[in-house]
Each structure stands twice: as structure tokens, then as C-alpha cells.
């Protein structure tokens, strides 16, 4: 009976003594594979071309100081056929699950193989939770389009349950990342997807008045054109010989640019075109009727 009491008590110690067992540490594992969104893209990206003419009429002046005479212009905008660029894209999408009973630690997924190394981006779901599946993306600008291409991906977790600190796989203290690696051969598409951009544009004139001359244009610029339709923009310009000396002949020109809008595709260039028009101003009729004089 005694015994039986001395049991009872020294149990009883023990488990009032406040000594706490530490619990062996607990991992989780994954799964991983490529997403539908892991390939070689080729894509034509089209895009108009925009043109234009200008012209005016008469197409020489004769002011003496204090006179003035408007002159019409004529400008014709219209676009080509398009401009096609070829676009090569590499895109690789991880998709990966955790399919043990712990949240995963210290994430990692770094590429490899004909890529190089790069390591992902996985700020957006740095943690999978057990259960949870996330696909991450990489995309990669190429210069060419391969024949084929092999990519590798390895994915890694500092709590891997088979690869905890301390196990037979991983003996010590020290952490060892491990998770699967998966692989892949890519294979080009046989033809691009074609992309049509159809951008409006932006359309000014400039005009560079000689000293002594003012130059007072009728239009407000820019304006803008619709891709839809070609366009025609009809518009005068005042010039005034305000103190140009006699006896010169002076050149104004007319420099029209069109601009395209940005487009949607950031990798397509803004178009740009430009056309000069160059009006004769003299300021008398002796330097018009000079060279017929000397010809006689």
C-alpha cells in the first residue's frame, strides 16, 4: 500500500515540476508543375503608317516693307499599309502546392537551363498555406525565336518534411532548402498570332518666319486625325513684311510632322513623318525680275 502511494506522489511531482518536453518540429511538402501558360510565343505586331504632303499656294511672295498677303495651304494625311515588327516571348508559369499540414517557409523558385538563372518574383504569395496552390510567371523578351528551349525550375522550402534540420537527410543544425524540380523542352509555334494596332494621330505645322517678317498662322495646332478616314487640312497663313530690308529674297518654311498616339503595345515605336514646304519671299520685284534681265 505504501508503494502504490510513493507512485501516486512521485507522479504527482513530475507533473506539477513545470518541465516542458519541446515537440519535434513539424514540415510540409509540395508539389510542383509547369502552368498552361509556360511557352514560346511568337507574335506579329502590326502597326499603320502615318503620311503626309504639304503644299501651298501661290508658292512664291513679293512684299515690300508694310505688306501683306495670305497664303493657302494644303494638308494631305493619310496612312500606309501597316508596319509589321515580330515580337518573341518566352513565358514560364510554376504553379505549385502544398500538400503537407504546415505552412511553407522561405519559399524560393529560381529558373535554369537555356535561360540562364533567374530567380521569381513571389512577393504577391510569399506563403502557401497547407493545401494552398499558386501558379507564379516569368516572361523573358527573346531576340529570336528558338527551335527549342529547356527550362528548369526549382522549387525549394527551408521546412521541407523530409529535409528538416537534424534528419537523415539533413544532419545539424543548419537549414537545407529542398523541394521538387521539374523540367521542360519547348517548342516554337509553327506560325505568330497577329496583332493589328490601329493608333490615331497628332498633326502640327511650323512655321519658320525670316527676321523683319510676321507670320500669323489661321489654324490652331496640333490636331488630331482619326485612322479610320484620311484627312485633308486646309488652312492659311498671313504674312506681314513688318521691316525687311528691300533688295533680298528671304525662305520660310513650312515643316509639318505627324504623331501617332502611343500604342497599346508598349514594345511598338510612335510613328513620326515629316514633310518641309519652302516659300520664296522676295521683298521687291527687282529680285524677281533680276534673273529674266540677265538673260538678256
Not at 495646332?221 to 484620311?230: A, K
Not at 515629316?274 to 516659300?279: E, G, I, R
Request: proline letters at 7%; charged letters at 20%.
Amino acid at each position: 500500500m505504501k508503494r502504490v502511494m510513493l507512485a501516486l506522489v512521485l507522479i504527482v511531482v513530475l507533473s506539477s515540476s513545470g518541465v516542458v518536453v519541446a515537440e519535434e518540429p513539424a514540415g510540409t511538402t509540395l508539389m510542383a508543375e509547369f502552368g498552361e501558360d509556360t511557352g514560346l510565343l511568337w507574335m506579329a505586331k502590326s502597326l499603320i503608317e502615318w503620311l503626309l504632303d504639304i503644299s501651298a499656294t501661290p508658292n512664291f511672295l513679293i512684299l515690300r516693307r508694310g505688306e501683306e498677303q495670305e497664303v493657302s495651304f494644303f494638308l494631305e494625311v493619310e496612312h500606309s499599309t501597316m508596319l509589321t515588327t515580330n515580337h518573341y516571348l518566352l513565358t514560364v508559369e510554376v504553379c505549385v502546392v502544398n500538400t503537407g499540414a504546415e505552412s511553407t517557409e522561405n519559399l524560393s523558385i529560381a529558373l535554369g537551363g537555356d535561360i540562364g538563372h533567374e530567380v521569381l518574383d513571389l512577393s504577391e504569395k510569399p506563403v502557401l498555406n497547407p493545401g494552398e496552390e499558386y501558379c507564379y510567371k516569368f516572361e523573358k523578351d527573346l531576340s529570336f525565336l528558338p527551335s527549342s528551349y529547356y527550362v528548369q525550375a526549382q522549387v525549394a522550402i527551408s521546412n521541407h518534411a523530409d529535409w528538416l534540420p537534424g534528419s537523415e537527410n539533413c544532419p545539424g543544425m543548419a537549414v537545407c532548402p529542398y523541394g521538387p524540380t521539374i523540367a521542360e523542352v519547348l517548342l516554337p509555334p509553327r506560325f505568330p498570332t497577329v496583332r493589328h494596332f490601329y493608333t490615331d494621330a497628332s498633326v502640327s505645322v511650323e512655321i519658320t518666319c525670316p527676321e523683319g517678317f510676321e507670320c500669323i498662322s489661321g489654324q490652331e495646332w496640333p490636331v488630331s486625325v482619326n485612322w479610320l478616314e484620311e484627312s485633308s487640312i486646309p488652312h492659311t497663313v498671313l504674312f506681314k513684311n513688318d521691316s525687311a530690308p528691300s533688295g533680298q529674297v528671304y525662305e520660310i518654311k513650312a515643316r509639318a510632322t505627324v504623331v501617332s498616339t502611343a500604342p497599346e503595345w508598349p514594345q511598338l515605336p510612335v510613328q513620326r513623318s515629316a514633310d518641309v514646304f519652302t516659300l520664296t519671299a522676295y521683298s521687291d520685284w527687282y529680285r524677281v525680275l533680276l534673273p529674266l534681265i540677265g538673260n538678256h
